[in-house]
């Protein structure tokens, strides 16, 4: 009597080995393929957010020029009625315009936009951090022509006020970093009928310019990145020194 042959199906452990490889090499290449596409993410979304604080910083920048307010100082007196009798001796225009620093009061502010109260606004271009230069600005209250006392002085017989230099602080906000140079042009008016306008690296009126220019370009040029760029903002000014204005 012949016994019926039964056969068992099965896999041996050499195949095994060859699945668990061919399952680690495929879990192995997806994991890649998701590092390299976070990796890209985070570099686009960095590279993004780089762009988006230099444009916000150059538009900033322009809406504070812009928003300059023709305000008069009362330089080195920083108490109502702690200046001589009559007529106010140290009244001058506010705005220092140097190379490297300004000074000017403005509707626009970092903290609150044009919804707030004016600020004295300082500007200065100091050393970065390893190389290149920094543009940083300082915001203080502006809370009338007194405010501006202890920033700046009147020497008698100079219609010019002498400011105290800008010091950065650790609440100063930085506008522009990691630059190669930055500079302060100021646009005086033509002088008689036969001048013309003329960009002065520095301001030796007593009044208030007609366009402010902040000239500035990156330390490392990156196509890939918006780079800062040169800034030309308009003064609109419709007043004038000599007259006496009820503001104080």
Known sequence: MTRGVTSQRGVTLLELMIAVTLLSLLSLGMVLALRLGISALTRADDRLMANR???????ILFEELEGLIPAMG????????????????NRAPFFQGEPAAMRLVSTYSVQE???????????????????????????LPYLGPFSTG??????????LPQFTPVAPAPTSFVLADKLAYCRFWYLTPP???NDLERWQPA????????????E????????????PITVT??????????IPYGDF
């Not at 330089?75 to 001796?89: D, E, F, L, R």
């Not at 202890?150 to 219609?159: F, I, Q, T």
């Not at 301001?203 to 902040?214: C, D, E, G, I, K």
């Open 203 to 214: 301001w030796t009126r007593a009044a208030w310019p007609l366009a402010v220019r902040v």
């Open 150 to 159: 202890p920033l700046c002085d009147l020497r008698p017989g100079s219609s």
């Open 191 to 193: 002088l008689g009928p």
């Open 53 to 59: 604080r230099a444009a916000g910083a150059q538009r």
């Open 216 to 227: 500035m370009a990156p330390l490392e040029a990156k196509p890939a990145e918006v780079q």
């Open 74 to 89: 009362v330089c080195g007196v920083s108490q109502p009625g702690s200046g001589a009798s009559g007529p106010m001796p």
């Open 113 to 139: 936009s044009f919804r707030g109260r004016p600020h004295i606004l300082e500007m200065a271009v100091i050393p970065g951090e390893g190389a290149g230069v920094r543009l940083v600005v300082n915001e």
């Open 233 to 242: 903002a308009p003064i609109y000014v419709r007043r004038s020194p000599e």
